[in-house]
Every structure is written in structure tokens, then in C-alpha cells.
């Protein structure tokens, strides 16, 4: 093919590609994702054309349009990228509720798997004398009996804090590891952690303290639980892909949905620090009322934040796309 073949098959492509470059970031953030990546084919395409008019034609000036184009088209697109901290951070504020919605109804499996035997073994105990009996030694009976919804830990809050960080997170990445088993150990997971909880809670409310358990658990615990439940759905959205893969084979759906499971796992982290800074620090050493504010302001706080309308920026279309990569 000689060279003025090879600008008349590729020149209204380059053109296109200049044109729609021409607005930049901004410009390409205008586009529907589909669009933005037609448009990162066709850069892959003139970078790859532009190496090859340099090394086969040697014609200086098609090498010079050809390389503004392709300039131009890396400055719109990868301009998007982040090139401090913070825009790093918001790009992967933006993955990771991405990831999170698209986790969302595992997430919610989850929560509802949490509620029913919370309820289920708080009201068992709660109504069964032979249950508390059978289920709470002596010791335990006698401390809840003298509940006051202050905390008696002599560990140091830092301390304190800490060792609950690392609890959790253990807690959260089993319940999403153990996805790997089609979903049953998580969910083994999610029903061994509800059973303590809901067993402490009827005891508590069968002694009459209900008020003093819940000013302990609900500062720290709807967000606790809440990460636990996020963690879980993650794992069960794994453990699913090898139920049902749909058209692919298990091990491709399985890698697939890994990608943003694992992301979703490793987010809930600084939930579990939050959490857990609540429980050492001030659950039990304030006012009931005020910790439980504290803990509902900052739960719903979260949830808006993963699950709420998210915010219209003009890079994210573009981030999306480059991170999709050009389709094959």
C-alpha cells in the first residue's frame, strides 16, 4: 500500500479523532461511556499507525499531523488521570461505590440474613427461661443483671480501639474469603456472628436492660455491622459467580466478579477504624443519648455515601473509560 492509499483508508478516522479530541477532558466527559470508548480505540489505532508512517513512509508531513492528533487525543484522555493524592483518592472514592452499588443486592442478602437470626435468637432467649439457662453461665446472668450502659473495660481506649480494628477486619475478609465455598461458609460466618449477638441481646432485654445493652452496641455496631454486611456481600457475590456464571465459564465469571468484590472488601477498612474508634473512645463514656447520635450521624453518614445519588463530575466518564482500556 503506498502512502496516499493508506491516508485516504485512515484519514477520516484521524480526523474524527481530532475533532472530538478537541474539547478535551471536558469535551470527551460530554460523551456517553460507549462513545468514550469508541474514542480510546481509535488513539490506540493512530498511535500504532503513527509508528508505522514513521518507520515505512518517512513523509514528514503526514508523521506531523498524525502525531497532534495522537497528541491531542492523550491529552484528552489521560488528563482525566490522578496526578495528586487527593484525585487519586477520589478516583477510588468513585471505583469503589461503583463497585459497592453493583455489590448491592448481595450487600442487602446479607443484612437480611444478619436481621432474621438476630431476631430470631434475641426473642428465643428472651421469651425461654430454659434458654438463658442453658446459653448464659451463671457470671454472665449475674453482670447483666447489674448493667448500667457504662462501660467497666480497664484497657486503654488505644488499646482498646485497636484490638477491635483487627477483629473486625479478621471477621470481614473470612466472611468474604469464605465466598470461595459458593457462599456457605459466608454465610456461616454472618450466622455464627448473629447468633452472639442477638443471644446477648434478649438476655439483656429479659433482665430488663435492654436500654443499657443497646446504649453499648448502637454507637459502634449499625456501622460495624453495616461493613461486616458489605464484606459478606462481597463474598457472596463471589461464591454466586460460581453458581450461576451465566454464559462464562466458572473460572472467568469467578475472576471477573473478584475484581470488584476485592475492591469492595478492602474499602470497608477505614469503616472498621471508624467503628472501632467509637467503640474505644466514646461508646460507654459519654452520655448514652450523645454516643448513640454520634453512632446513627455517622452510619447514615456512610450509607449516603456509598449508596446515596453520587456526585456528577466531569472526569468520571473519562477515568471510566480508560480504566475499561480498549474493547477487543
Excluded at 502512502?3 to 460530554?30: F, K, M, N, P, Q
Excluded at 449499625?222 to 462464562?248: K, N
Amino acid at each position: 500500500m503506498d502512502l496516499d492509499t493508506y491516508i485516504g483508508t485512515h484519514r477520516s478516522e484521524w480526523e474524527w479523532l481530532d475533532h472530538v479530541c478537541s474539547g478535551g477532558s471536558a469535551g470527551l466527559a460530554r460523551l456517553s461511556g460507549e462513545e468514550i470508548r469508541q474514542v480510546v480505540r481509535a488513539y490506540e489505532r493512530a498511535s500504532a499507525q503513527l509508528a508505522e508512517v514513521q518507520t515505512r513512509f518517512h513523509d514528514p508531513a503526514t508523521r506531523s499531523y498524525l502525531n497532534g492528533v495522537v497528541t491531542k487525543a492523550h491529552g484528552a484522555i489521560y488528563s482525566s488521570r490522578p496526578r495528586t493524592l487527593a484525585q487519586g483518592i477520589g478516583v477510588f472514592g468513585s471505583s469503589y461505590r461503583g463497585a459497592a452499588r453493583r455489590t448491592l443486592p448481595f450487600i442487602v442478602l446479607a443484612a437480611a440474613v444478619v436481621l432474621a437470626v438476630t431476631v430470631a435468637s434475641m426473642l428465643w432467649v428472651m421469651l425461654s427461661h430454659e434458654a438463658r439457662a442453658g446459653l448464659l453461665p451463671a457470671f454472665a446472668a449475674g453482670r447483666i443483671r447489674h448493667a448500667t450502659g457504662r462501660t467497666t473495660i480497664t484497657i486503654p481506649p488505644p488499646a482498646l480501639s485497636t484490638f477491635i480494628l483487627l477483629n473486625n477486619v479478621q471477621v470481614a475478609f473470612l466472611a468474604f474469603a469464605f465466598g470461595i465455598t459458593a457462599g456457605v461458609g459466608t454465610v456461616y460466618m454472618l450466622v455464627q456472628n448473629s447468633l452472639l449477638l442477638g443471644v446477648l441481646a434478649g438476655a439483656y432485654t429479659a433482665f430488663g436492660k435492654a436500654g443499657a445493652f443497646w446504649a453499648l452496641i448502637l454507637p459502634h455496631g449499625l456501622l460495624e455491622l453495616t461493613a461486616i454486611c458489605i464484606a459478606a456481600g462481597a463474598g457472596l457475590r463471589m461464591g454466586w459467580s460460581l453458581i450461576d456464571p451465566g454464559d462464562r465459564p466458572r473460572g472467568r465469571a469467578l475472576a471477573e466478579e473478584s475484581r470488584d468484590a476485592v475492591l469492595v472488601v478492602v474499602g470497608v477498612v477505614p469503616a472498621f477504624a471508624v467503628a472501632a474508634f467509637i467503640e474505644g473512645f466514646i461508646t460507654g463514656r459519654v452520655p448514652a443519648g450523645v454516643s448513640i447520635c454520634i453512632g446513627v450521624a455517622v452510619w447514615v453518614g456512610y450509607l449516603l455515601l456509598l449508596f446515596g445519588r453520587p456526585r456528577r463530575s466531569s472526569m468520571r466518564p473519562v477515568a471510566a473509560a480508560v480504566r475499561a482500556g480498549p474493547a477487543i
